[in-house]
């Protein structure tokens, strides 16, 4: 079974400034790894994600994530963040071959960014 | 594009009741997931369709959880009797189809049981 783990629960950052969010997890299989935001009263809205290939993946809103297999982590990071980046972010996981290719994502418990002028 | 749709967006009922969610996923999409959110925690998947076939419902309470499909298109999600621990957003969700397709969320339904 997968698990996430997101390192901090609440990020304040001012505004301009870099962001990382960390995201590890844990599996004993091949992945997919998302991320996700969730804006006040919203639903989820995705991010980016891995499936194959370069471990850099570039996303909507100025983000990216960089996959590192041997650390089993999936960072997510913005050189200079917006007043409008201000939401809850979700990292998810999901095995490759799930079972009749279900798409089980199981996600961690979430970072809120804050973002102060 | 219409998004997902879900309502109602609020429910207040007391422990014991009974209560309906309702989901309309985005049109020509063929899976439809059902999450569970606790407050301070990441969605839980409840269930899991296929046009109107379950392929994930693991995780579903099925002594008071159940959900249906029935023309491959909207959904219900019913929980009967309801208790505290209930109380959460019910979030619906729909890809194109299995795989890693992205999943387009909707605005959820809040739960409170008293």
Redesign the interface.
């Known amino acids: 079974a997968q698990s996430?783990t997101q390192l901090d629960s609440q990020v304040p950052v001012f505004e301009e400034a870099p962001v990382e969010l960390r995201c590890n997890y844990s599996s004993s299989v091949s992945v997919?790894l998302f991320w996700?935001v969730q804006y006040p009263?919203?639903?989820?809205?995705?991010l980016l994600?891995y499936?194959s290939g370069s471990t850099l993946v570039k996303g909507i809103n100025g983000f990216e994530a960089e996959f590192n297999k041997s650390q089993t982590s999936f960072h997510l990071r913005k050189p200079s963040v917006h007043i409008s980046d201000t939401a809850e972010y979700?990292c998810?996981v999901?095995e490759r071959w799930?079972?009749?290719?279900?798409?089980?994502?199981?996600?961690?418990?979430?970072t809120r960014l804050t973002i102060n002028p | 594009e219409a998004g997902v749709a879900q309502s109602p967006r609020y429910k207040i009922i007391e422990k014991r009741q009974s209560v309906a969610f309702w989901c309309n996923p985005i049109s020509g999409h063929a899976t439809l997931y059902w999450y569970q959110q606790i407050l301070g925690q990441g969605p839980k998947l409840l269930i899991q369709f296929q046009n109107n076939g379950v392929v994930d419902d693991s995780q579903l309470p099925k002594d008071r959880f159940s959900a249906e499909r029935l023309k491959g298109v909207d959904s219900t999600l019913k929980i009967q009797p309801a208790k505290l621990e209930d109380s959460a957003v019910y979030l619906c969700a729909s890809s194109f189809s299995r795989g890693p397709y992205e999943q387009y969320f909707g605005p959820g339904t809040r739960l409170t049981v008293t």
């Open positions: 996430v997919y996700y009263n919203q639903g989820l809205q995705l994600k499936l979700f998810a999901s799930g079972i009749q290719g279900a798409q089980k994502l199981v996600f961690g418990q979430g």
